[in-house]
């Protein structure tokens, strides 16, 4: 167990916009088989937060660690930057994204969609590729739909192909940025069961949600987010269900 | 007068190409293009108005014709409509003989007449569009209040399709007074015109053409301004207010 | 028939000159247009400040003014290199700019600017969620630009290119000017030595037409390719 590399060690993230401070030093470390959910308020810097891990956005200070590897920085004129966009390129092959909006390659059918990045990025034969995207969307209950366009999918399709578009990459971790938020409600069960049983399989999963069932039925930790400090963290049982500070507990309490 | 007269002479005394003399050509070039572009614009503008109302007709007899003007007029150069005009003027037989001559011995006649067909084409696809583009509620609205179409045309539909058309005319300004440096084609002594004899009088296309591409870069951020000014002025009420 | 005088063949080599031309002239502008967009769009700002002057500049002086400066001017700058490489070097070579070259590089440069243009509009219209899909997934920049950016800004970008093909091919006729013998030329030439302008320039006219005609019909099919995946649904 020893030699195995941790999957992501995050360390005192700190981001600031302009003269506002979103992010105020936070960590977080996904050992293998983690789920970790990241909730909180609009504005309590989850995305941001989750963003930062494959450096979507540039911390300006703080330290990333991925399967062991330490992410390097320098200093420039206009702030902080990665010092190797080669090692930046690799990280992020090994930390498959979901997004709030999909962004399901438009030009693309979904099967293409799949296999775009293990084919260009990570060299892979393209017979191999489709091989594998089409078990994935077998898994994801799309197999039917192989060749159609993101813009001929309902939303809920298009965010479980998104999926099977990151499982495509066979990533150390998987980092969902509020994946059910921008579906219907009638959608919205199909892609949290894909999820679930991901979790079931042990894959090591960062979830940004407001999806309180879920954090609490698949997470093995939760960590509570106010304007950009950890405000309570830990198992769901605990977090979850005996919150301790008054935040949480309005934040937690049934809406109306 | 006098004393400024002498002290660009002074300025120019060591200058071989830009004399009294060629500054002269220079700005009889200028006074030609301007001419011709505003005469032309003014009444390409006027023609545009009618023909683009009845582009919109629904008799095809009427749109039809107007349709294959734009068609013809907008998908060839000028260029060619210029010496289609030209020499199919000056090849009239006995043409020479008559009084007409007297107004189409110049080129000038000719080149007004190429230059305002194609312009009015151009405007009136504008304003086309323009027209076309009016909110169906307006024109609903003004139904309402029981107004004719002549009516409704005269107070709602052109005021503001004539304000929306502004961007788009003012390109189409800027095109005309670019496109018109081919009346030097024609031997129009326009300010191409007087670039081309620099040249070739002393053989200095640089300093002769250099020139002439600076007055028109001045002439085209003039109008370029104008139209913003314009703009400004008359699209005013279709910003958010602010405050 | 309509009686050519004799002028039909030439007036047929004279449109494949225009066609060539405009062919020429429009890949150019294409490249040119490519990297103006991206030079504007760079954060460099050295690259910004001469992409703008440049498109300025084009855009503020008429295309026959620039042709002949080219094509004029061109002719004794090149004199000027080669009397200096004699002087100096001893070498000894001549080189006289041909008409169809100057005018490919002088209709490639002022539509370079236009299309400059359109490719940055079309750039930015590309969704920003779809290039970050591409980045999270590890894309380097080339890899995004040619797999996700380009093909997406394509979409955007063919009613522009479009637009400016049909007024390039119109600008063509311009090269007639400094001696190049494409079809208005001939028909120039022929309407003076015949009387007969309206045959020649009429015929001339119908050409462009057709030209125009049949470009706008590709570009329709290329649109329908670009729109792949766009717009089928609701």
Redesign the interface.
Known sequence: MADTPIPLEVRNIKKRFGDTEVLKGLSLTAQKGDVITLIGASGSGKSTFLRCMNLLEQPDEGELVVHGEQILFKETSKGREPADWKQVVRMRAKLSMVFQGFNLWAHMTLLENVIEAPVHVLGKPKKEAIAHARELLERVGLSARADAYPAQMSGGQQQRGAIARALAMDPEVMLFDEPTSALDPELVGDVLKVMRDLAAEGRTMIVVTHEMAFARDVSSQVIYLHEGRVEEAGAPADVLENPRSERLKQFLAPKH | MESLMTWLEARLADNSIFTLQTLEYYGEGLTTTVQLVFLSLVIGLILAVPLAIGRGSKHRWISLPIFFYC??FR???????L??IY??VV?VEGIQETWLWVVLEKPFVPALIAFTLNTAAYTTEIFRGAIKSTARGEIEAARAYGMSQGLMLRRIVLPSAFRRALPAYGNEVIFM??????A??VTIMDL?GA??FV?ARYYA??DA??F??AI??CL??AILYLFRYLEKRLLAHLKPASG | MIDLHGYGPRLAEGALITIELAVLSLVLAILLGLATASAKMSRNWVLHRVATLYTTIIRGVPDLVLMMLLFFGGQIGINMITDMLYDRFGVDIFINVNEFIAGVVTIGLIFGAYMGETFRGAFMAVDAGQIEAGRAYGMNHWLVFRRIRFPQMMRHAIPGLSNNWMVLLKTTALVSVIGLTDMVRVASEASKATREPFTFMIIVAVIYLLIASLSEWGFARLQKRYDVGYGEAD
């Open positions: 068609y013809v998908g060839t150069p000028l260029l060619v409509q010496y289609l020499y199919g090849f007074l670019h496109a018109s440096a081919i030097s084609v191409t670039a081309r040249y296309p640089f053409f250099l002439v591409a028109y870069l085209t951020f």
